[in-house]
């Protein structure tokens, strides 16, 4: 599957086998269903597109796709019908599922091959489809890998909140006040927030600690855009809206860091943590942070006092700085120098196959894809 010429040769797809869809010259060729992308999938299965996501039955030729390995367009080209098949639903070892037929591809790594890239890039991989990798490696005890996606590029959008302020107001603001407000204490917080905000704050010192930030048509204009959104309400209650995932990754980012920096923890090996009595914050936050390259691991801690029954705790799973104040940047750089070179370095370029279930009969379609690597 790898060779040494630089063209790609489309042959006929009169069976809509996609394995022997492709004659390739190229240096890397690959199909895989990982994150997003897709073969034999039911027509329901959501695949990403550059401006989101969409059923793998409302997909058409020319749509362009998210294309999670390079940068480089990726475009649809053909799309064949499957009719009905066994579909079977694939989980990963940091809780992601897709689901797709017994032929559908995907570009897997063994754990020496894992190894082998980390260490030197190398490009190896095989080409299996689902029923392989169930016989010849879960069946057998085998461990095989799917790489991670890069970060999804997303628009630079216009948005009614500034997405550093969206974030920390979700964590720490307060609902139903006059003028816009946040419980917390860290002041380069809330010189940020009031900086971007262009307006100034009134501090209140009480049984516990408020700031508001003073009036203006900023201020009135997130005001509203809370209201709009259905976010002046409990935390229990909280989400991130829809427009924000779709968001340019810089967006994204600092809407990520005023999350971790209202809500986010560094703990004493530097590993990050961010919590949230939401399930929907929970599973959007989870989402942002997928959406940018990262993966995350979730636990439940339930308890009788806990309005909404349980407080979610998302482990996020990178080296990057993923926050921006000052309290967590001294507790990060003290670690630093505390632990120096026996700190553990996460490494979470690819994430195993953990498990693959028969879940029942369903129409399916194939679709080919442009980008150099077919992904």
């Known amino acids: 599957m790898a060779r040494k010429r630089n063209d790609i040769v489309l042959a006929p797809l009169e069976d809509g086998n996609q394995k022997h869809a492709i004659r ?12 997003g992308g897709g ?14 996501w969409k059923a793998m039955g409302d997909i058409q030729i020319g749509d362009e796709l998210f294309s999670p390995l390079n940068t480089e367009s990726s475009f649809v080209t053909g799309i064949f019908p499957q009719g009905t098949k066994p579909v079977y639903k694939i989980t990963t070892s940091d809780g992601r599922t897709s689901r797709c037929g017994l032929e559908h591809l995907w570009m897997v790594r ?25 016989e010849e490696y879960l069946n057998k005890g085998k461990s095989i890998f799917i790489p991670v996606a890069r970060a999804f590029d997303g628009k630079e959008l ?3 909140i500034d997405p550093y302020v969206l974030g920390v107001w979700l964590g720490d603001g307060i609902k139903g006040c006059r003028l816009l407000t946040i419980s917390n204490d860290e002041k380069d917080i809330v010189e940020k927030i009031a900086s971007r905000l262009q307006t100034t704050y009134h501090i209140h010192n009480g049984s516990s600690f408020h700031n508001w930030f003073h009036k203006n048509k900023i201020t009135d204009s997130v005001q509203k855009a809370i209201k709009d959104y259905g976010l002046d309400t409990y935390s ?39 919590s949230t009595t939401s399930a929907r914050l929970k599973d959007d936050f989870v989402n942002l942070c997928r959406s940018l390259g990262y993966v995350v691991s979730i636990g439940a801690d339930r308890r009788e006092k ?11 799973h990178t080296n990057k700085i993923i926050f921006s104040s000052n309290k967590h940047m001294a507790k990060y750089n003290k670690n630093i120098e505390k ?25 399916c379609q194939c679709i080919m894809v442009s980008n150099k690597d077919h992904v």
């Not at 073969?39 to 989101?52: A, F, H, Q, V, Y």
């Not at 806990?306 to 996020?316: A, E, L, N, P, Q």
């Open 236 to 274: 229990r209650e909280r989400f991130i809206p829809k427009d924000y995932m779709y968001a340019s990754i810089d967006q994204r980012k600092q809407l990520l860091f005023g999350l971790m920096d209202s809500d986010g923890n560094v703990d004493d090996k530097n590993k990050y943590r961010f």
């Open 39 to 52: 073969k034999e999938m039911p027509l329901d299965e959501p695949i990403l597109t550059i401006s989101g």
């Open 158 to 160: 216009d948005l009614p």
């Open 24 to 35: 390739s010259n190229a240096d890397i060729v690959c199909f895989t269903g990982n994150t």
């Open 306 to 316: 806990i309005k909404s029954g349980v407080t979610w705790t998302i482990r996020i």
């Open 339 to 363: 632990y120096k070179n026996k700190r553990c370095e996460y490494v979470n370029d690819h994430i195993k196959i953990t498990n693959i279930e028969y879940i029942g009969d369903m129409e």
């Open 110 to 134: 063994t754990n020496t091959m894992v190894q082998k890239h980390r260490k030197n890039g190398s490009p190896s991989f095989y080409v299996k489809t689902t029923k392989e990798i169930q």
